[in-house]
């Protein structure tokens, strides 16, 4: 299963748009990039997954360049409510695989 | 649609002593996960069930810890017994697709 890098925190205002780009240089062909969100005392929640190119749902917007060897995580227009860990993940994910979580980025939004 | 139910909720015990934590998945799902999430750390799997099969348990402690899965339905995760690094929130998690995390257990050993 391919290793993932992400930065370890970052910073927002109310109302930017927020990227958080992921490196995963050794991914496979099978491989699908998947996102999680952590609240602190919960569990992960899916964001979103994809395989190229861009995906965008009600949450959030995924872009995967052509090599695939990164991804970036667009979240438009954050609120409070968005601060928690994320967290990039490379593997068979929802296709039935195992996830092999990272240390994720502390994503820390201010008023 | 009713979410992954864990109890107990929290749970503080001596070490030496044991415990057990239930995971009951979302009706249909098939696979069913044990995460162990130390502080600051993201969740590592534990043990993957297909039914009541296990499909994974290679990163499980065995000497000390078990786990079952029910008729392929509820799930139970036992240490026996506790030493202080198992002090950690453990997850349980279930997939027809993407995975649906319960809230976890947060076991504190003393």
């Known amino acids: 299963l391919a290793k993932t890098t992400q930065p370890i925190s970052m910073d927002s205002y109310e109302g930017q748009e927020v990227n958080i780009t992921c490196s995963h240089n050794?991914?496979?062909?099978?491989?699908?990039i998947t996102w999680y969100q952590q609240f602190p005392s919960q569990g992960p929640r899916f964001i979103i997954q994809?395989?190229?190119t861009k995906v965008t749902n009600e949450v959030a917007s995924l872009f995967i360049p052509a090599d695939r060897k990164s991804s970036t995580l667009s979240l438009p227009r954050v609120s409070l409510s968005d601060t928690a860990v994320y967290y990039c993940l490379v593997g068979e994910g929802n296709q039935g695989g195992k996830l092999i979580f990272g240390q994720g980025t502390e994503l820390s939004v201010k008023p | 649609e009713a979410g992954v139910a864990q109890s107990p909720r929290y749970k503080i015990i001596e070490k030496r002593q044991s415990v057990a934590f239930w995971c009951n998945p979302i009706?249909?799902?098939?696979?069913l996960y044990w995460y162990q999430q130390i502080l600051g750390q993201g969740p590592k799997l534990l043990i993957q069930?297909?039914?009541?099969?296990?499909?994974?348990d290679s990163q499980l402690p065995k000497d000390r810890f078990s786990a079952e899965r029910l008729k392929g339905v509820d799930s139970t995760l036992k240490i026996q017994p506790a030493k202080l690094e198992d002090s950690a929130v453990y997850l349980c998690?279930?997939?027809?697709?993407?995975?649906?995390f319960g809230p976890g257990t947060r076991l504190t050993v003393t």
């Open positions: 050794n991914i496979a062909t099978n491989d699908y």
């Open positions: 069930f297909q039914n009541n099969g296990v499909v994974d």
């Open positions: 998690a279930s997939s027809q697709y993407e995975q649906y």
């Open positions: 009706s249909g799902h098939a696979t």
């Open positions: 994809g395989y190229k």
